[in-house]
């Protein structure tokens, strides 16, 4: 890869992320750690406003913009790839929402960028949740984003009904199913629900904030440690 190449590709990666360390940026590039400092140094003394330092990571000060980007063929097809895998999966609006993202990117393309893209012989089953459940993860996306807390009513796996106050904190797709990661208010922990086994969701009007112990983080965090 050109120099030129690497610093443009180093500006996208720190812009696109809210703190990218050195490391996470040399695996991406594929250079040392001591390229990325240098490059880093480089692009900072031509007036590039990129925050930090080595140790700790970095990011792009607000406000600062490039201008339009052009995929490569490769990005292109990455990108028809991956709506074509998540489409049927998402709930309806996020599927019809990431199909006009798709439209408006491949219709700026160069002709034959355009033609590669659409013409990828990738493809995923039409298969997917059930309109009920599709309108589930819809409702759980939207009060996740606005921390609404909801009351659900479940049906286990053994069929044991239960009635539960939760903080949603994120939709989970492991290949078949759905699962809700929330914090259950009556076990005071965390707990997974599968989407199509909640059998109604009233969203409530009492609000919640992340707390020490009970966010996504905390959640993910304690999955790492039982690995």
Not at 36 to 45: K, M, N
Not at 112 to 121: G, I
Not at 180 to 198: G, M, N, P, T
Request: hydrophobic share 45%.
């Amino acid at each position: 890869m050109r120099r030129a190449d690497r610093l443009f590709q180093l500006v996208q990666l720190i812009r696109g992320r809210r703190l990218s360390t050195a490391a996470y940026l040399a695996e991406r590039l594929q250079v040392s750690l001591r390229t990325v400092y240098r490059d880093v140094a480089d692009l900072a003394a031509q007036g590039v406003p990129i925050e930090g330092e080595a140790g700790v990571g970095y990011r792009m000060r607000a406000g600062f913009d490039l201008p339009p980007l052009m995929f490569t063929t490769d990005e292109a097809q990455a990108l028809v790839a991956a709506v074509r895998l998540a489409q049927p999966r998402l709930d309806g609006a996020l599927s019809r929402q990431a199909e006009g993202a798709l439209s408006k990117i491949l219709a700026v393309l160069p002709p034959a960028t355009r033609a590669a893209a659409e013409s990828l012989a990738v493809f995923a089953p039409a298969t997917g949740p059930d309109e009920f459940t599709r309108r589930n993860l819809q409702t759980l996306r939207l009060a996740t984003e606005a921390r609404r807390k909801l009351s659900i009513h479940y049906v286990d796996l053994k069929n044991m009904p239960s009635e539960r106050i939760v903080r949603p904190l994120g939709s989970f797709f492991w290949g078949q199913v759905w699962t809700l990661a929330a914090w259950c208010e009556q076990r005071q922990d965390f707990r997974s629900f599968r989407v199509d086994r909640i059998e109604h969701i009233t969203v409530l009007d009492e609000a919640f904030r992340d707390e020490p112990g009970r966010a996504l983080a905390d959640l993910l965090r304690r999955h790492r440690t039982e690995e």
